[in-house]
């Protein structure tokens, strides 16, 4: 059975009670401080085993011709009538639901969500971090913020400090003892979710937690994504692509969707053509949070009907 290499949890506004200032917070940096590093901390030996596990897996999918990193449109076209229904699953369904304090795969209809404010992803590193990896890891999410911002239209950058979609890059060691920093980075995170972060399962290669506020609109104001530091460097890019794509308002999964990173079979590793059309509908002014399937379905179809052209 092919491990699941994403997973998505999507909280409503239920879940959190904060404002607008969630972006203002400043949160501590995980890493000691230069006078604190007496001695370097050392990889346990779970979080090696774990290396060499996922080392294996980008190796396997890699030689079976999966993690591809090409767009997909010289061998798989797509039509205006399977990107509008790609994006009714992708956009409007959640994959996972909380029940009895658990997350459990559930497919489920929702309410479109997205940003309003600007988004200011900001990168967080584990202490066993390797300043190298580090660098590229920001150049990587600085490029694809760049890109994300073109394809929706929306503010979308990086930033060192006071950020609001956190993207965290940690090794199982550092998982254990993240408790405290997502509770500085999104106050009032609910207690199932720091557990859920905390003890990732090894078939869960990386995650992404996206919030609104209590009571209020569909509206993101907060986000954490987790990347597995043991991650070898293309799983590690592909777990950047999709869960910070996913965590700005599309938070499933569709077995039909291709070309795409928003489908389980690991056949792309990268952003598409097809999902950047996906953002732009997304982001598109005609459609507002809070829509249904049923009340965004007839704008759907106008919308990948003016991208796409063809049959409808």
Request: aromatic share 6%.
């Amino acid at each position: 059975m092919m491990p699941l290499r994403k997973s998505l949890v999507l909280l409503s506004a239920a879940a959190l009670a904060v404002s607008g200032c969630v972006s203002a917070v400043a949160p501590p940096d995980i890493s000691p401080r230069p006078e604190e590093r007496v001695e370097a901390p050392q990889q346990s030996p779970e979080s090696l085993a774990l290396a060499r596990y996922y080392q294996g897996i980008e190796v396997r999918l890699t030689q079976d011709g999966l993690l591809r990193t090409d767009s997909g449109q010289r061998d798989a076209p797509f039509s205006a009538a399977m990107l509008a229904a790609n994006f009714e699953r992708i956009a409007l369904y959640d994959e996972y639901a909380l029940i009895g304090g658990r997350f459990v795969q559930q497919q489920t209809p929702a309410r479109l969500r997205r940003w309003e404010q600007p988004v200011r992803i900001q990168p967080h590193f584990g202490r066993l971090v390797d300043p190298a990896q580090q660098a590229e890891d920001r150049a990587i999410l600085t490029t694809y913020a760049t890109r994300l911002a073109r394809a929706t239209g929306h503010p979308v950058s990086t930033v060192r400090t006071g950020g609001n979609f956190h993207v965290l890059y940690l090794g199982r060691d550092d998982l254990r003892e993240v408790g405290d920093l997502v509770r500085s980075l999104v106050p009032g995170i609910g207690a199932e979710v720091v557990a859920e972060i905390e003890n990732l399962p090894r078939s869960t290669f990386c995650s992404v937690y996206a919030f609104s506020e209590a009571g209020g609109r569909s509206v993101y104001v907060a986000a954490i994504a987790i990347i597995r530091d043991e991650h070898p460097s293309l799983l590690r890019r592909s777990c950047v692509h999709e869960e910070v794509a996913q965590g700005l308002g599309l938070p499933n999964d569709s077995p039909a969707a291709r070309p795409s990173i928003f489908n389980d079979d690991e056949e792309f590793a990268l952003l598409t053509r097809h999902d950047e059309l996906l953002l732009q509908m997304l982001y598109d002014p005609r459609l507002s949070p809070g829509l249904r399937p049923e009340e965004a379905r007839p704008t759907l179809r106008q919308i990948a009907q003016e991208l796409v052209g063809g049959s409808s």
